[in-house]
Nanobody, 133 residues
Framework: QVQLVESGGGLAQPGGSLRLSCAASGFGLDHYVIGWFRQAPGKEREGVACLSGSHGNIYYPDSVKGRFTMSRDNAKNTVYLQLNRLKPEDTGVYYC??????????????????????????WGQGTQVTVSS
């Protein structure tokens, strides 16, 4: 059974940093695409770090570009999201999601542009990030 467990959320001051972890169990991450999404109070869920397009690039929306970085450690079966220079508007529940993608003839994962929520089949329960002084 595929399970994703997020951790690392909490209270941070504006300008501070957090590192979120997404630990996978029940499957190996090697062949999976992982994306990070967040949902602020009263708002729709949005993607903040996703594999995008046909060239293996990571998509970050303008609201987090230059401040958030996604990385992975397949040996630990864990994906990370480093959050730097946090702002109050970064407050929300952060989710990781997994997808076993189709592969193109060049063995690159087939992905849409940006963060396409419908591409992801399995979701974690979320971790709360609160940015406040």
């Amino acid at each position: 059974q595929v399970q994703l467990v997020e951790s690392g959320g909490g209270l941070a001051q504006p300008g501070g940093s957090l590192r979120l972890s997404c630990a996978a169990s029940g499957f190996g991450l090697d062949h999976y695409v992982i994306g990070w999404f967040r949902q602020a109070p009263g708002k729709e869920r949005e993607g903040v770090a996703c594999l995008s397009g046909s060239h293996g690039n990571i998509y970050y929306p303008d609201s987090v570009k230059g401040r958030f970085t996604m990385s992975r450690d397949n040996a630990k079966n864990t994906v990370y999201l480093q959050l730097n220079r946090l702002k109050p508007e970064d407050t929300g529940v952060y989710y990781c999601a997994a997808d076993l993608p189709d592969l193109a003839p060049d063995n690159m994962p087939v992905r849409g542009e940006g963060c396409v929520e419908s591409e992801y089949d399995d979701w974690g329960q979320g971790t709360q990030v609160t940015v406040s002084s």
